[in-house]
């Protein structure tokens, strides 16, 4: 937000004006391509149609991947617990668990508590199911008054849990890991350029000699970035 000074009556009020920066989100090109000889286009009904179905399958199992984990840097859109770990922000983005190997709800009850408190009426929780799991596990009967289940889902302190497949397992080790980020996620970026789209190859041909193959091709592309 813009900086506020106490001016007495009369007084000068001082330039204010924020500092206005863009977000520097490149985009990254995710391809698949499903060759097919003319024999199967024509007894399999409906072929093309199928095979764009699987690839828009595919396509968002990607971009589900890429949200959670996407490693970033030069080759592929920035997930969300990478872009966490590599934060470097102040205050210190990072809570470190109290037990080497273990996560429980105490360490959840700290993080809450070092996330600022313009960000908790809009924070979220994404962990992965086995996270969650630990986590009810180890809570005791007081910390369940924290824990939430209902046809919404599930909530700590008050707030929705987001659980996804891709986000860091738990695995126990003693070692670096990253189980969980809470926060305002309204600032995590998803940018694609239009929707994954599906081209047809009609008429595939041999390298060597550039002769027909007698086979087509599906050639699907999306653009994204995240960060």
Not at 6 to 27: R, W
Request: with cysteine; glycine share 12%.
């Amino acid at each position: 937000g813009s900086t506020f000074n106490i001016v007495a009556e009369g007084g000068t009020i001082g330039d204010n004006a924020p500092t206005f920066s863009g977000p520097d989100i490149p985009l990254y090109a995710g391809k698949s391509f499903v060759p097919y000889s003319l024999q199967v286009g024509q007894d399999f009904p409906d072929f093309a149609a199928e095979m764009a179905n699987l690839l828009n399958r595919g396509w968002l199992d990607l971009l589900s991947n890429l949200s959670a984990v996407g490693a970033g840097g030069t080759s592929a859109p920035t997930g969300l617990f990478t872009a966490m770990q590599n934060s470097t922000a102040s205050p210190n983005s990072h809570v470190t668990v109290t037990t080497l190997g273990s996560v429980g709800y105490v360490d959840l009850r700290s993080a809450w508590s070092a996330l600022g408190e313009r960000f908790k009426p809009v924070a979220s929780w994404v962990m992965h199911e086995d996270v969650l799991a630990k986590i009810r596990n180890e809570a005791g009967a007081a910390s369940q008054l924290d824990v939430t289940v209902d046809r919404q889902g599930t909530s700590i302190m008050g707030r929705p849990v987001i659980t996804s497949a891709w986000a860091p397992d738990f695995s126990g080790t003693t070692g670096a890991a990253n189980y969980c980020v809470v926060g305002d996620l309204s600032s995590f970026t998803v940018v694609q350029r239009g929707p994954m789209f599906v081209e047809n190859i009609p008429a595939m041909r041999s390298t060597a000699a550039g002769y027909p193959l007698g086979q087509s091709g599906l050639l699907a592309m999306g653009r994204v970035g995240m960060d």
